[in-house]
């Protein structure tokens, strides 16, 4: 199994986190689940962190079965339809994501 997770670093807008976190749940966690050969999504809003990860929002991961699987789902249409949603809400927040991918052991 492995997992791409997407960390987002930074902060929601001041006066937006209730449009941006209702934005994750109606237009991102959708986009997410439908990626070619996603197997679960997860999503979370950190309530407390140690520095340095005081600036993370948002954690999104999505386990694919194999590592082919999940690149097979990078250059899907799929992914394009999730890029766009994330786009969408972009307005919401200041900073950037990263991704990582983990092989579970």
Known sequence: MFTRS???KGRVK??????FYSA???RLVPAWT?????VEVRVYRPCEAEPPGADVFLVQEIDYPSLAHLEEALVSS?????????????HLYEGQHHHIIYERL
């Open 6 to 8: 997407a960390i987002f």
């Open 24 to 26: 994750v749940k109606e």
């Open 78 to 90: 799929r992914r394009e339809a999730a890029v766009e949603a994330l786009e969408s809400v972009q």
């Open 34 to 38: 439908q990626m070619l050969h996603a």
């Open 14 to 19: 001041p006066g937006h986190e209730a449009e």
